[in-house]
């Protein structure tokens, strides 16, 4: 019913910025609120960023607060994070996620959609 689609990774300087895109398809209701989520080699997936299905309430890893942000286009089924001063810790497979509540999820348990991922590498 649901398909996301992540874009917009690849190779980057540390102090550089790239924005990653997730193309959803489906019923609307079924994607509403959405969230982004990485994974590093090793280590567990982690929440980054999340959006309420209006847009008004978005919540953050505390490591990226100041330099990531989410945004979202309804209208276009598409949902953006923009990162700005990224950092070789930044590195991970970035995970679109999405789900039919309204509200802000932190969880990855608490949503029903995911996309395959998109490379992020930050070099020295």
């Known amino acids: 019913q649901v398909q996301l689609v992540e874009s917009g990774g690849g190779v980057v300087q540390a102090g550089g910025s790239l924005r990653l895109s997730c193309q959803a398809s489906?019923?609307?209701?079924?994607?509403?609120?959405m969230g982004w989520f990485r994974q590093a080699p090793g280590k567990e997936r982690e929440f980054v960023a999340a959006?309420?299905?209006?847009?008004?309430?978005?919540s953050f890893l505390e490591s990226v607060k100041g330099r990531f942000t989410i945004s979202r286009d309804n209208a276009k089924n598409l949902v953006y994070l923009q990162m700005n001063n990224l950092k070789p810790e930044d590195t991970a497979v970035y995970y679109c996620?999405?789900?039919?509540?309204?509200?802000?999820?932190?969880?990855?348990?608490?949503?029903?959609?995911w996309g395959q991922g998109t490379q992020v590498t930050v070099s020295s």
């Open positions: 996620a999405a789900d039919q509540d309204i509200g802000v999820q932190r969880r990855a348990d608490e949503y029903e959609y």
């Open positions: 959006i309420s299905w209006g847009g008004g309430n978005r």
């Open positions: 489906g019923r609307s209701f079924n994607v509403r609120a």
